[in-house]
């Protein structure tokens, strides 16, 4: 799904889709994580890639690192061309991510990230 399934109706929007996305998704933080917004956004990010080495398209995600106790979410990737391997770390600090988050879990959610959100470098955008 596009960054325009936000202008969609919630009932049309898959559940794995924040319908409140902003113009800050995928851009970098100052740290240079990738600004993730939900679950879908990381996936769609990946998709969007070719690999560096030999141009392929697609990278298949191989694993899913959950770092949420550092406000962060890795994807390793494998080209399926070259299988040539890499990282992309998406940052889940952001107030957009932890809002999406705990509406889903409800009474069952927990911040486990205790530092302050990171913030989007505005010198540093994807896609914008």
């Known amino acids: 799904m596009s960054q ?4 969609s109706t919630p009932h049309d929007i898959p559940p794995e889709v924040n319908p409140n996305r902003t113009d800050d998704l995928w851009a970098l933080t ?26 392929h398209t697609p990278l298949r995600t191989m694993a899913q690192i959950n770092r949420a106790f550092q406000g962060l979410n890795e994807l390793v990737t494998r080209c399926t ?3 040539e391997t890499y990282g992309f770390i998406f940052d889940i600090s952001n107030a957009v991510y932890q809002a999406w988050w705990a509406e889903r879990m409800g009474v069952m959610y927990t911040r486990l990230y205790d530092g302050a959100p990171r913030q989007v470098d ?6 914008r």
Do not use: L, M, V, W
């Open 81 to 83: 061309n070259c299988h």
């Open 30 to 55: 100052k740290e240079g994580y990738i600004i993730a917004e939900e679950i879908a956004c990381q996936t769609e990010y990946i998709s969007e890639q070719s690999c560096p080495n030999c141009g």
């Open 122 to 127: 505005p010198n540093q955008r994807y896609f």
């Open 4 to 7: 325009s399934s936000k202008d």
